[in-house]
């Protein structure tokens, strides 16, 4: 939640300022500690409330409540505010399984307060995919943003950039056959287009070598999905692609990497990337290595399903590929 202090601060300076901000917290523990929820101040003029085991619509019944409270409580000067009353904005995210660090539930909490101030602020907001955020994101520019920095890659590997592109495309094409938020499509198609830029930190000689990898190679190839996410964590614009970046090689029997996480424990977006990535992967022609065919590849994925792969995108990425090049499954023997 964010407070209004700077005005305050501007008008009668900071240590009554200050005694502003212990009157605000006072209000925040004595309503929250009777619940045993956790209150605490996040930065500034901006506090953080965790309420253990609430779903979204009591946390908002509650928050709202406190709102309405914290308007009626009167302390000396609230009158230069703009509702003529103390008042605070708040944004609210349910963890849910999907959400892996606690910079991801705050950048989506984030998100619903950004969404209450502009709707002129003293509102609680929950958070939603779908809500219409002022600083949307034109998303072809993004896509030429990201391919600039992708042809790097031109002159280090040609392969990983043609992966990187047709993961890219087939992400585009499988938002038609599963259920996404356009936020969430959004993502997903960026994301899948720089999966792989933590790639640019592995040598070359590595990247390009056509024998099979030692086990210390393969160490390294490994942690380009943390290389990766540095360098995406330093695009505050693409701060939402991290957990595809980071997350792709997790498998939903928790053998993956880096981190071996399993089930729902893994992002969804990250589930679906997970299996356009080794599609692709296992169809990828190179020079002088074997390559599956597409129907080859399609049975692996369903042998894999439920292990390394979530069954229900599986299929949607099976049908996918069916309806783009026109042949039934039974045909994908002749294709490759």
């Not at 609430?54 to 709102?67: A, G, Q, V």
Request: aromatic share 12%; glycine share 6%; net charge negative.
């Amino acid at each position: 939640m964010w407070t209004a202090s700077k005005k305050y601060n501007d008008t009668f300076g900071h240590l009554k300022g200050d005694k502003l901000l212990e009157f605000f917290s006072k209000l925040l523990l004595q309503e929250c500690d009777p619940h045993h929820y956790i209150a605490g101040r996040h930065g500034g003029d901006e506090f953080t409330i965790l309420l253990p085991g609430k779903r979204e619509r009591e946390t908002f019944s509650f928050i709202n409540s406190l709102r309405k409270k914290v308007n009626d409580s009167y302390f000396e000067g609230v009158e230069i505010f703009p509702h003529g009353c103390l008042t605070f904005s708040a944004g609210i995210i349910e963890y849910t399984g999907g959400i892996y660090d606690k910079s991801q539930l705050m950048d989506k909490a984030d998100q619903a307060l950004y969404y209450a101030k502009a709707q002129g602020k003293n509102l609680v907001h929950i958070y939603n995919e779908q809500s219409p955020i002022s600083k949307t994101i034109d998303i072809e520019q993004d896509i030429q943003e990201i391919e600039q920095q992708l042809k790097i890659f031109l002159s280090k590997d040609i392969y990983t950039f043609q992966h990187s592109k047709r993961v890219f495309t087939y992400a585009m094409d499988l938002c038609d056959y599963i259920p996404l938020s356009d936020a969430e499509k959004r993502t997903l198609i960026l994301g899948a287009l720089f999966h792989d830029i933590g790639k640019l930190e592995v040598p070359k000689h590595i990247l390009q070598k056509k024998e099979k990898l030692t086990a210390e190679e393969w160490s390294i190839v490994k942690k380009h999905v943390i290389w990766g996410k540095e360098i995406v964590s330093a695009i505050d614009k693409y701060s939402d692609l991290i957990p595809l970046v980071e997350l792709h090689h997790e498998r939903v029997d928790g053998k993956g990497y880096p981190y071996g996480l399993a089930g729902d424990d893994i992002p969804k977006l990250a589930r679906i990337l997970c299996v356009i990535d080794s599609f692709d992967a296992m169809t990828t022609e190179r020079p002088y290595q074997k390559t599956k065919t597409f129907d080859e590849a399609i049975q692996e994925l369903r042998r894999c399903a439920g292990q390394q792969f979530d069954e229900a995108f599986v299929e949607s990425f099976i049908r996918m590929i069916a309806n783009k090049y026109d042949f039934k499954l039974e045909e994908m023997n002749s294709v490759s």
